[in-house]
């Protein structure tokens, strides 16, 4: 069996990462933090449009995912963006630096200062990139999907006045299970 | 099934109604809610399927983002729906995500299954549905729903449709009952009537109908049968009582033939006989049962073998007839009979009939007629006249003048039409008809007719036809007999050929006469006429010489001369008389009344004043008759009678002259004239009656000339003129003693009468 699925990359590809789910479903609540942070955010994906204009439909780009700040993820997001594609692309991850936030279709803040984050932001705006961050607060100064824990599950808030003034398409669906930031 | 049979007609609709309405119903019923609750399983199939769809659609998100609470309480609203008694979210482990379940529920356990299925467990609905997005499967939804709702929607409905079931059949008893009495009333009127008719076996009722339906045509139907089935019966009423009749009437007419009639089998057996059969040979009928008609009541004179051999004709459909000399078995007498057999079918049973018939009045009345006949046809044939019998037109009979007559043998005319002896066809079908007006007019035909015989000579015959019936005979015979009258004819024929030939002749000589007579009368005028100039000259001049040369002339020249003027006056006196007599013929006379005293009285004055110093006694009778006459002519006639009288007078001494007449009365006795006559009488010389015929000729004379002057002209004269008055005239007379002539005139009329 496994002989036979050697010759075809892409029902490896699509086995390995069920494979890969499952394992992580069932071990889901030992799967650390950022693990589950990682799965969600490309699970983000299915449920937002970027806006028009961006390089999201552009096929020779794949999806690339910036981190900016101190890398948590350590090589969660490169094992799944080394599986799986978004949008129907390759992904690319990489840690950027202000300099390289514009290169990015997402980008993950990490913990950083009020004033970084209002220059990342500044830069960003109208940029067809995603923020996601996981700070108290970050929310509500301008990040698109930012990440809280309660009752030790991780839950997500969106601001969708930012998320309007980018013009990307939020799904009800996600909208409905996160904490809503006017 | 006898029991079905026995029931009433009426039950039975009912029960084939009940049953033609309740199996469509229950049927109808039991389809409809099979479907029904089909539909009412597959709809709760759908509607479990499409919320489980939904939810799965739902819950992708809630289980990507595990978000429990959420998906609770989107399962509580969902589950909001009455049928759905829990609703459960696997995750891909088994492991349950999310569940709802209501509070009358009770929770047991519930199986994970990773496929899309819905089934019917108890009274509950299970429903899987798989969550699926992109080709990755989040999960299964398990939707338990009740069926309590459906079976209680379920059983209303049959509740409904049994209600309805039954006010369906109630309603349709009643319509049937409704119809069944309008179907049975008149059939049970039918079966009541049928079981009268059958019971009084009278067929003269008819049935009322109720309506125009099937019964109603079969009451139709029915009736005219009932009438057809009364005619009958009363036909067959009629015909056995016919029957009845005939058979007496056959029995009586059996009885009562003049003719023996015997039945026998066929085997010669007597089987019954008719009274007169009894009668006839004086024996009972007990007694003509042991009998044969060949043995005991047959003469032993009989040929039996020839009886033997018309039995088996008799047998073979060939009736016979024949003379058979029978036997009186008591009395041994003989008798001739007259016997016919036949072999008929009497109801089904061949039998022979003979009847007998004793012929022995009748072979003796056959004799004598045979006698007459003989006699008759002896008669017949010795006439000698043609005769012979038609029956039609055709030839019957003939006697053998008749063929001698008309040269034909008899075998070549009986049995022919007659119209051999004919010459053609023409006359044939001609004289047909005159005889058929003849018969229809006086009842018979006497005709004159010409036939041909046989060696194509004609002859003509007195033909006397007479129609003749025989009785018991549709034919018209008609009797004939003829004359030959052929040589008569001829005779005749020549007779009239004569006379014709005669009569020609005379008129033919009568003509030439009439000619004669007249050149000779034109040829005596006119020489009369031209003799006249040149005698004149001669007297003239003779008289001029006797007075100029009287004295040259001596005496006997004087005498001579004399002589010659005389006897011109005499020839001037004969050429006048010529003259007058000739023109007599000529002249036409011209009728006058005039009476003959007045003619007569001036003759003789002019008598007397020509013949002076006369001594004649004229005595005129009573003569004042009228006469129509020529006054002139008559005149001339009598003064000639008178004259004639004068001159043969003129030698007696005492003359006496009468005229006179004589009545019609008296004309008739003495002369049988049927006129009045006159006469005039003499006493003078007379005449021989010899010469009576002679009398009244032209230059007649029977007295020489020197007795009496006179050229014998006037009584030729006197003749002429009374002939032209249709009269007559004669004379009788005796020599010397003088002569009477006697005259008529056409019309005289007596005027003393």
Known sequence: ?182 | MKRIKDISLEKKMIFVIIISVLIPLILAISVIIINVSKFYRDDLIDEAELSAKIIADFSVADIQFNSQDISNKSLSFIGKNAKFLRIVIFKENGEIFSEFIKETHEKNHIMHRNENISYYEGEYLYTYQIIKQDAKTFGTICIVSSTELMNKKIIDFLIGAIILSVIILFLAILLGQKFTKSLLIPIENLVKKAGQITNDASYDIQLQKFGNDEIGKLYDSLNIMLSNINERSIERDKALNALKISENNFKEIFNSSHDAIVIHDLNMKIVDANETMLKMFEISNDELTNMSVAKELSSRKNDFDLLNVRWQKVLNNQPQEFNWISKKPKTNEEFVSQVNIKKIVLSDKEIVIATIRDITELEKANDKLRNSENKLQKIFDILQVGAGLLSGRNIVEVNNKMCELIGYSREELVGYSSRKIYKSEEHFLNFGKIIADNFSNIGSCHQEVEWVRKDGKFITVILDLMPLSFENSVENFILFSFLDITELKMAEREIKELNSDLENRVKERTTELELANKELEAFSYSVSHDLRTPLRGIREFSKIILEENMQQLNEEGKKYLLKVINNTISMKNLIDDLLNFSRLAQEKIVLEKITMETVVNSVINTINDSLPNNNIKFIVHNCDCLINADPNLLRIAVFNLFSNAVKFTSKNENPIIEFGKYNLSEAKEKFGVENIVFYIKDNGVGFDMEHADKLFGAFQRFHSKKDFEGFGIGLATVNKIISKHNGQIWATSELNKGATFFFTIGETTNLNL
């Open chain 1, 1 to 182: 069996m496994a002989l036979s699925l050697v010759f075809n990359k892409m029902k490896i590809k699509y086995l390995t990462y069920l494979i890969i789910t499952l394992i992580s479903d069932s071990i889901y609540s030992q799967f650390d933090e950022y693990t589950v942070k990682a799965q969600f955010m490309e699970r983000f994906t299915h449920y937002i449009e970027w806006p028009e204009g961006s390089t999201i439909k552009n096929q020779e780009i794949p999806f690339r995912i910036g981190v900016y700040g101190e890398n948590h993820f350590e090589n969660k997001l490169n094992e799944i963006a080394e599986l799986i594609e978004i949008k129907n692309k390759k992904v690319e991850l990489r840690e950027v630096d202000f300099k390289s936030i514009l290169d990015c279709d997402m980008l993950f803040i990490s913990k950083c200062s009020e004033e970084e984050l209002n220059k990342i932001i500044r830069i960003a705006v109208g940029r067809s990139i995603l923020l996601i961050s996981d700070s108290d607060g970050f929310g509500k100064k301008g990040v698109h999907i930012n990440f809280y824990n309660k009752n030790d599950k991780i839950n997500f808030e969106i601001n969708i006045s930012s998320t309007r003034r980018d013009t990307f398409k939020i799904s009800s669906r996600l909208l409905k299970l996160a904490r809503i930031i006017e």
